[in-house]
């Protein structure tokens, strides 16, 4: 088991959340992922991460699988100008690759923004710390773990 799933199911376990880590196969896109599970397209939960022009800050914008952030409004939510995050930038402050990134289980917190679309389900699907593993959480206990501000920042 990689230690990034093992950094995910610890900070799971800590934080009162059942065990739900499924393998899939490789999903490059959150339709596929939604195939995998069998659920919809918006029940995937993608964590994209921006780094704050002037602070260096780490954000997480975790957002339904059929939307995407919009740059200007993820800045203004921030309240400073992104740049997306390099994959060498997501794995020092995450700890995870890029298409595993759960927003649960950073190595360095992030500041966390949630798409209300989420919010509408009564799961969704978010990774677990690898390309090939997700976990079903709701997403109003999730938005609490993790301090996410529920704001609109999509396209």
């Known amino acids: 088991m990689s230690k990034s799933l093992n950094r995910v199911k610890a900070a799971m376990t ?8 499924l393998e899939t196969g490789l999903a490059k896109t959150a339709q596929m992922a939604a195939d995998q599970v069998g659920c919809h397209v918006d029940q995937i939960g993608k964590s994209i991460i921006f780094q704050g022009a002037s602070t260096g800050n780490i954000y997480l914008f975790l957002t339904a699988g059929g939307n995407s952030v919009d740059s ?3 800045a203004r939510v921030a309240g400073e100008s992104m740049i997306k995050a390099d994959a060498t930038a997501i794995r020092a402050k995450t700890g995870f690759a890029i298409g595993g990134v759960s ?12 798409d209300p679309r989420l919010l509408e389900f009564e799961n ?4 677990a ?4 593993h997700v976990f079903s959480v709701n997403p109003d206990q999730l938005s609490k ?10 396209q």
């Not at 969704?124 to 990774?127: D, E, R």
Request: no cysteine; glycine share 8%.
């Open 14 to 21: 800590a934080l009162g959340l059942p065990d739900t880590i």
């Open 72 to 74: 200007d409004k993820a």
């Open 103 to 114: 927003p649960v289980g950073h190595l360095t917190p992030s500041i966390p923004f949630m």
């Open 124 to 127: 969704i699907w978010v990774a």
């Open 129 to 132: 710390g690898t390309p090939n």
């Open 145 to 154: 773990i993790i301090s996410a501000q529920v704001i609109h920042f999509t």
